[in-house]
């Protein structure tokens, strides 16, 4: 009798720790295959780093096939699922058709960026969900300096060095404080015209910054900011964008050639074309994370709409924290629907936020003790070499490199800005000439009215080539 085979859809934090639990608990006793666009899993919350040069990209980026030893890897996007014929259809990053059959499925496809209805803003604007929309950031703000600093005339010397980033969340937050100091080291090189610097503003129709966390986190993020000489506007979004600036819900024309979108995140596509209960795009589970009528199909992370039983009647929010023990529980309910062990409810107690901005600041609150400046920044960097699954050392020395030496301002040429457009359900994966990424069409854009342009919550503890 041949094993039983589990079919992993997409290899975020809940995926890659499902795939990692099982990989240990199954031990050869289950055919386990991995699906997802890229050979590696993406450690998230450091990528503005990688924006700002502080970290090589390669140390945000964990092999999967070298980590998962027992786990077969398929190279491939999920297009399709047929519920009844238990199998999945997939396109290879080369545009070929597979099928993947399973007695179990767990999905964990993730989100994908959030594109509201704002006329010119999926045009003109970028979001910030995979490394090749990171490495295209560090590219542009770099540019964009340097034309700025030969431009013949003060109005477009200050519209390149003009930097606007929408949402006030994790993402943005970190975006913006870390890129100011990445473009004040960068114009020490190519010095403006004079009474000019970089100028950046962070936008959120909320009431302040990070409106997810603790009032006193958000004061202390806001406060660095603002000494940083970040323009933060809350209760300000944008109207309109061009290819000249962007019209500002508070009547403002700002002339810039950047605007990062941080807005939010929605479920990837794939859990809406199933056809089952969904709660806001994402798939309505069990607490056991199994879906209802469904007991082989398993789904946690971004996908899945886990009920929170700490807070009856809501969901798990979206975040990193919940979707890496959310793996960790689809794993063992996995074996358990096998015969191996008991099944368990998915159960969580929030340990903290911690948000870096760069330098040596920050703001933490580990186990509820509200933290700031380089305590919170050496908590926060403590976490996250704790939390990830490889690279310690490497983004360590990155750090301490970064600490003694200036960094390499340069421009790569690797990701052309259409290479990377805001209107994708692919984030993960640069756009090729003439054609969009293989598999599911893109199907981001969102309409109604606009919510608060927050993304959402990033790890809790213990988001034009002119």
């Known amino acids: 009798m041949s094993p039983p085979r589990i079919v992993i859809v997409g290899a975020g934090f809940a995926g890659y720790r499902t795939a990692r639990t099982l990989s240990r608990m199954a031990r050869g006793k289950a055919e386990i295959t991995l699906l997802n666009p890229t050979d590696y899993f993406l450690y998230l919350p450091l990528l503005p780093q990688v924006a700002v040069g502080v970290l090589e990209p390669r140390r945000v980026t964990v092999s999967l096939s070298g980590t998962l030893r027992r786990v077969r890897l398929v190279l491939g996007e999920a297009d399709a ?27 964990a496809a993730g989100s994908v960026n959030k594109l509201l209805p704002i006329p010119g803003v999926a045009e003109h604007a970028h979001g910030f969900r995979g490394l090749p929309e990171a490495l295209y950031l560090r590219d542009h703000i770099t540019r964009q300096v340097e034309l700025a600093a030969s431009a013949d005339d003060a109005g477009t010397c200050a519209a390149r060095c003009t930097f606007v980033v929408v949402g006030a969340g994790y993402t943005g937050t970190e975006v913006a404080a870390q890129g100011r100091l990445f ?40 406060g660095v900011l ?28 700002v002339e810039t050639r950047t605007l990062v979108w941080c807005v939010g995140v929605r479920p990837d596509p794939l859990a809406d074309s199933l056809g089952l209960p969904m709660e806001r795009g994402r798939l309505l589970v069990e607490p056991t994370l199994q879906v209802p009528g469904r007991p082989e199909v398993f789904a946690c992370g971004d996908a899945a709409a886990v009920p929170d039983l ?21 794993a ?61 050392v490497r983004v360590a020395a990155d750090w301490l490199l970064d600490a003694v030496l200036p960094r390499q ?46 993304p959402r919550p990033r790890p809790r503890t213990a988001e034009g080539d002119s």
């Open 310 to 330: 700490e807070r009856p009647g809501e969901y798990t929010p979206m975040t990193a924290q919940h979707a890496w023990r959310q793996g960790r529980t689809a």
């Open 226 to 253: 603002r000494r940083r000489g970040v323009d933060v506007r809350t209760g300000t979004s944008v109207k309109e964008a061009t290819s000249r600036g962007v019209l500002l819900t508070d009547g403002e024309f």
């Open 81 to 107: 699922i047929d519920l009844d014929a238990r199998t999945v259809r997939y396109t290879d990053p080369e545009g070929t058709a597979g099928t993947l059959t399973y007695d179990r499925l767990v999905l």
């Open 409 to 454: 301002a340069v421009q790569l040429g690797l990701v052309r800005s259409w290479s990377v457009p805001l209107d994708t359900a692919s984030p993960e994966l640069a756009r090729l000439p003439g054609r969009h990424p293989p598999g599911r069409p893109d199907r981001t854009r969102e309409s109604g009215p606009e919510p608060s342009a927050s």
């Open 183 to 222: 473009t004040d080291e960068l114009v020490r090189g190519h010095p403006l015209r004079t009474g000019l610097r970089p100028r950046w503003l962070l936008l959120d129709i909320a009431g302040r910054v990070l409106p997810e966390l603790d009032e006193r986190l958000s004061r202390t993020a806001a």
């Open 332 to 392: 063992r309910n996995v074996a358990a629907s096998l015969g191996v062990g008991e099944p368990r409810p998915y159960r969580h107690r929030d340990l903290g936020f911690v948000v870096d901005l760069g330098g040596a600041q920050a703001a933490a609150d580990p186990l509820g003790v509200a933290l700031s400046g380089p305590l919170a920044g050496a908590v926060t960097r403590g976490y996250h070499l704790a939390a990830m699954p490889g690279n310690r």
